[in-house]
């Protein structure tokens, strides 16, 4: 990931690796980080500028001065590896005095595959060109100034020359690559009531756990097990198992089981810190088919790696629950199936340096 020129940071490039924790003081950027892969996550799943930047002029770099036509903006970007080779997009965006795309570029080796450039202020739309090869070259043709011009490459390019497919290969990469963001901040607040009946699928908030944890019950055995065993590390007091009780059609009540002849803990009277663990755990030992994302439909499940955005990874957690959190981490990510990419306190960075597979980002001045 790239922030060339975004909110606090220039010139930064960042190296994301099966778990990466971005580390510093409050205010060195570490919230900013993981805002940039989410915005371009959603980008990629084909969101408007507005959308994904609601408030475009809090992200322009500081003392950033505007140019003659009083224009100001940032810059981000990321290479996504895989089978097209390390494929780059670097994208300029206008925050005023309007908010649109002031350029796109996507290349790989140093081939532009696909650019777009602002030609005519007055029109909501960028002119780009990508590769098409043979005796023509280049197509040429506007686009919307408020889309990423990559994620609409697969309904503008039609893949009947050899320049085609290679631009279709890299914009799918990409694309695939963002689209796979499950961004999580559990928020203990709406996790104590007891939740209707649903799909089962776990919300960014975590909302909705008891529900996911009927269904993981039911259906992932093995893995349910594997969250009841965390649970014995990360919460207070014996724990036998994790417990799901629902009246017909009624709503979902989540518990600890606390053994045989005494009461269960409902989870609305369990710490904040202990529903955090309970809902981190679960996100890092789960998948596509129980987190609310949209899965790439490119690829099959088995070949997709999942990136699970967390800020404040570590909040409210103690040291054993933060240990225990990254052991399940380095444990799903070692599948291949589930990347880590958080924002911590100097205690978990401490936790974490050292072990095995983890990157540790220090982001102080």
């Given at each position: 990931m790239r922030l060339s020129a975004f909110a606090s940071h220039r010139a930064a490039v960042f190296a994301l690796g099966p778990v990466t924790l971005f580390a510093g003081p409050s205010g060195s950027g570490k919230s900013q980080a993981l805002y940039a892969f989410e915005a371009l996550a959603g980008l990629g799943s084909g969101g408007t500028l507005e959308e994904v930047f609601p408030d475009p002029l809090a992200l322009v770099p500081d003392l950033a001065l505007p140019d003659t036509e009083r224009r100001r903006g940032f810059r981000i970007g990321c290479t996504v590896d895989g089978p097209a080779g390390p494929v780059r997009l670097d994208l300029a965006v206008q925050a005023e005095p309007t908010l649109r795309i002031a350029g796109e570029r996507l290349s790989v080796d140093g081939q532009i595959l696909l650019s777009t450039a602002l030609r005519d202020p007055g029109r909501p739309s960028v002119q780009a060109a990508w590769l098409t090869g043979g005796t023509t070259g280049v197509t040429r043709a506007?686009?919307?100034?408020?889309?990423?011009?990559?994620?609409?490459?697969?309904?503008?390019?039609?893949?009947?020359?050899?320049?085609q497919r290679r631009v279709l290969a890299a914009a799918e990469q990409v694309v695939v690559a963002l689209r796979s963001v499950f961004p999580c901040d559990p928020r203990p607040d709406r996790m104590r009531a007891p939740v209707p009946p649903g799909e089962g699928r776990l919300l960014g908030d975590c909302a909705n756990l008891?529900?996911?944890?009927?269904?993981?019950?039911?259906?992932?055995?093995?893995?349910?097990?594997?969250?009841?065993?965390?649970?014995?590390?990360?919460?207070?007091?014996?724990?036998?198992?994790?417990?799901?009780?629902?009246?017909?059609?009624?709503p979902v009540t989540a518990l600890l089981d606390r053994g045989p002849d005494r009461p269960g803990t409902a989870l609305g009277r369990l710490g904040a810190g202990e529903l955090?663990?309970?809902?981190?755990?679960?996100?890092?030992?789960?998948?596509?088919?129980?987190?609310?994302?949209?899965?790439?439909?490119?690829?099959?499940s088995a070949q997709q790696a999942l990136t699970v955005l967390a800020d404040g990874f570590d909040r409210d957690l103690d040291r054993a629950q933060t240990a225990e959190l990254l052991r399940l981490a380095l444990l799903a990510c070692g599948r291949?199936?589930?990347?880590?990419?958080?924002?911590?306190?100097?205690?978990?960075?401490?936790?974490?340096?050292?072990?095995?597979?983890?990157?540790?980002?220090?982001?102080?001045?």
């Amino acid at each position: 990931m790239r922030l060339s020129a975004f909110a606090s940071h220039r010139a930064a490039v960042f190296a994301l690796g099966p778990v990466t924790l971005f580390a510093g003081p409050s205010g060195s950027g570490k919230s900013q980080a993981l805002y940039a892969f989410e915005a371009l996550a959603g980008l990629g799943s084909g969101g408007t500028l507005e959308e994904v930047f609601p408030d475009p002029l809090a992200l322009v770099p500081d003392l950033a001065l505007p140019d003659t036509e009083r224009r100001r903006g940032f810059r981000i970007g990321c290479t996504v590896d895989g089978p097209a080779g390390p494929v780059r997009l670097d994208l300029a965006v206008q925050a005023e005095p309007t908010l649109r795309i002031a350029g796109e570029r996507l290349s790989v080796d140093g081939q532009i595959l696909l650019s777009t450039a602002l030609r005519d202020p007055g029109r909501p739309s960028v002119q780009a060109a990508w590769l098409t090869g043979g005796t023509t070259g280049v197509t040429r043709a506007p686009l919307p100034d408020d889309r990423l011009g990559t994620a609409l490459l697969p309904l503008r390019v039609a893949g009947a020359t050899p320049g085609q497919r290679r631009v279709l290969a890299a914009a799918e990469q990409v694309v695939v690559a963002l689209r796979s963001v499950f961004p999580c901040d559990p928020r203990p607040d709406r996790m104590r009531a007891p939740v209707p009946p649903g799909e089962g699928r776990l919300l960014g908030d975590c909302a909705n756990l008891a529900d996911v944890l009927r269904r993981t019950r039911h259906e992932c055995g093995t893995r349910h097990a594997m969250l009841a065993q965390a649970a014995r590390t990360g919460c207070a007091g014996a724990v036998a198992g994790l417990d799901v009780r629902a009246l017909a059609d009624g709503p979902v009540t989540a518990l600890l089981d606390r053994g045989p002849d005494r009461p269960g803990t409902a989870l609305g009277r369990l710490g904040a810190g202990e529903l955090r663990f309970l809902a981190l755990a679960l996100v890092l030992l789960t998948g596509p088919g129980v987190l609310a994302v949209d899965p790439a439909a490119e690829l099959l499940s088995a070949q997709q790696a999942l990136t699970v955005l967390a800020d404040g990874f570590d909040r409210d957690l103690d040291r054993a629950q933060t240990a225990e959190l990254l052991r399940l981490a380095l444990l799903a990510c070692g599948r291949g199936h589930v990347r880590l990419v958080a924002a911590v306190g100097e205690q978990a960075a401490g936790t974490a340096r050292g072990l095995p597979g983890v990157s540790v980002v220090d982001l102080s001045p």
